[in-house]
C-alpha cells in the first residue's frame, strides 16, 4: 500500500505536489480526526483609525504611533 498527502479543497482531494496515482486507481481516503477543522474560519475584519495628513502617505506609522492615535480616539481607560 502506498501513502499520498493531499488536502481537501472545495470538496475535492488535492494531491501534494509531486504526488501522482495512476488514472483509474481505486484509493481509500482517510483522515487525521485531529487536523479536522469545524468548518472555515470566520475572519473578522480589522477597521483601521483615519488618520489625517495634509501630505497622504508621508506618515511614519510605528506602533507607538498607532497607539497614540487608538487612544486620541478612545478616551476611555483601559484597564
Same mark, same amino acid.
Given at each position: 500500500? #502506498?501513502?499520498?498527502?493531499? #488536502?481537501? #479543497? +472545495?470538496?475535492?482531494? @488535492?494531491? %501534494?505536489?509531486? =504526488?501522482e496515482?495512476p488514472?483509474?486507481?481505486? @484509493?481509500?481516503?482517510?483522515? %487525521? &480526526? +485531529?487536523a @479536522? =477543522? +469545524?468548518?472555515?474560519?470566520? #475572519? /473578522? ?6 488618520? !489625517?495628513? /495634509? ?7 510605528? =506602533? &507607538? !504611533?498607532?497607539? &497614540? @492615535?487608538?487612544n %486620541? &480616539? %478612545?478616551?476611555?481607560? !483601559?484597564?
Open positions: 500500500m #502506498r501513502v499520498v498527502h493531499g #488536502r481537501v #479543497r +472545495n470538496g475535492v482531494v @488535492v494531491l %501534494d505536489p509531486g =504526488s496515482l488514472e483509474g486507481a481505486s @484509493v481509500t481516503v482517510s483522515c %487525521d &480526526e +485531529n @479536522v =477543522s +469545524n468548518g472555515p474560519s470566520k #475572519r /473578522k475584519r480589522v477597521q483601521f483609525p483615519l488618520v !489625517r495628513s /495634509k501630505k497622504p502617505g508621508t506618515l511614519q506609522l510605528t =506602533s &507607538e !504611533r498607532i497607539a &497614540e @492615535v487608538l %486620541d &480616539e %478612545d478616551p476611555s481607560p !483601559r484597564h
